[in-house]
């Protein structure tokens, strides 16, 4: 996971993405009324061209046109501030650009560190949380950033000097831009659009009530009984759904694992279908049954010492669809933007202009995953390798990874050691960076960049946005030490971080630094977590495990695209649906993820009507997110061919990361030589299945 902070991701995800969209905007319905009509823009387009010539006409239609579309009665005398605004000299504008270029770095980079200061401690592990940290987690300071830009007029002077470009324009044409031109179409389509304060103010808050719902969404596995058996070790407390998911992962390695994963199904299912007792949630003092769905008060001594002080009265009482409330409540503040965006009116279409690539490209990439014949081809490998016929959870199946011939308490005993505290960690980043290949002198100026904290929820990557700054590593360290997840987890946040100060310090035009999207930022942290095991010195990358990485990558696409799909449909539900409840929203999710299940996953793993796929904590607080994921995977696996090619992974990743935000296409040309596709991933997919010579015998169970 990538966290800007909270109001950022999601503005970039919900409404922002107007930064690096931007055909030219039209009049927002129920907007206020503008100077604009193309009446009075006529006669001030001749006189500019009067005054200074044919040279600078396309300069001038376009200028003028972009200033007119967003002009707002109140905003004053739209031809008075053209005529004296406008740039026809090549070095007056050459440095202009370059003030604007420096100004916008700073404002941006100052506002990200208020944000990450306000939501420090709802984000980090400080103690207990005030009530305080909830509103201050909510507030944007920069809610009225846009909109400030636009009454100084500064926004202005943009629009009227600067081109923007639509996201067909950008995509047809993009190959052939200069890389001036693309930091001047990222500096003018920051200004697409201008969506109201309050409005983004509402989108934060919704989103930031999330995150708090989701951060704290804990079980505490050591009380869920099984006909009154105890599966899981003490203390152990897993946040929904990535840790439970991964806990699942494990399991497999385990002898109790087939009992453990039936129960962390059942967990799964009652939150989707929220049937879990809201008392149990993040509860060490009361047990639960998830079968029967019976909980009681939790025996004293199976207590953990230090356990939080919770109620410990019995009640099976379901939550209160509060899981869907908080998706309806950033769905219904996402919705507000819409007016105010008529190029992109929906959150659906803000996302996907956002990514810069449409959605209809997205769900066939996705698709061409989900229906490929070498899904049936995959799961009878599996199946031979379990000895046994494929079940639902065998949706995260992971036997393809060489991590399972290490049992998970191998692995976490190994991580607790070399990682007692964060600090541990910290201070081994020179060391890990060295070994996947970068000098000694990058990994100490990156390693020298990247602030480690204690994070109060699985883990995520804080950007910069200045230099000067520093990207921020929030990583979860348990009392006894870092397990095995909280350590993988941190070296995925890792590759992030390190991305984050190459495309920030080292970029050419700081307008340009970040990467395409959140899918590639996604794939080069895969590139990273890939390597997790051999950073701890446990295996060492030979053909059989490149066979196996690959098909563990296909199957875990296969898996996300999946989830992926059912995110977009239950966004287009919830525009079909305004009106709707948090009880209907239940009903739609728990509908369409039983469609998906049954469309694409019943034929293999059987299990008609499971609601799994509605069970990613992304869906509730990061809403559309999830479709990155399955693209970073097809992402990072053309990165990865192109790592091997080139040999060592360090300079490749700085040469690709450095590269900044263009879109995914031009991007990934420069990384790999070719655009975004699945094809990779599908021949090699092929590939190592043809090559099953060399496949071990199965595991012993
Ligand atoms: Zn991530």
Redesign the pocket.
Known sequence: ??RSTAAMLLLAALALSGCKSGAPPVRPAGGEARMGPAAQAGPLKQELLARYGESQKERIERGVDQVVSLWRASDGDAAEFIRAHFIADPVLLDVTFLRLEATFEQLDGHFLEIGRELRRPSDVDVGPLLPIDRLMAGLDASAHLTEDLFQSKIAFEVLLNFPLASLEERLSRGAGYSRRQWAEIRLANRFSRRIPPEVQQQMAKSASEAELYIAQYNIWMHHLLAGGERLFPRGLRLISHWNLRDELKGDYADPRGPAKQAQILRVMERIVTQTIPGAVIDNPRLDWDPGANSVTTAPPPEVEEGAPNRDNKASAAPEPNTRYAKLLSNFQAAKKADPYSPIAPTAIARSFEGREIPEERVVALLTEILTSPLVPKVSVLIEKRLGRSLRVQDLWYNGFQPRSTHSEEELDAITRKRYPHRDAFAKDIPRILQKLGFTKQKADFVASHVVVDPSRGAG??LQAARRGDSPHLRTRVEKDGMNYKGYSIAI??LG?NVEQVFSLYEVDHTLLSGVPNNAF??AL?FVFQARDLELLGLSKPDAASERLRVLNDFWQTWEIAGVALVDIAVWHWMYQHPGADPAQLRDAVVQIAREHWNKFYEPILGGKDTVLLGIYSHMISYPLYLPDYPLGHLIAFQIEEQVKKAGALGPEFERMAMYGSVTPDVWMVNAAGSPVSAEPLLRATEKALSSGDAEPSPRKK
């Open positions: 996971m990538l995520h990557a995925h946040e992030h930022t996604e942290a």
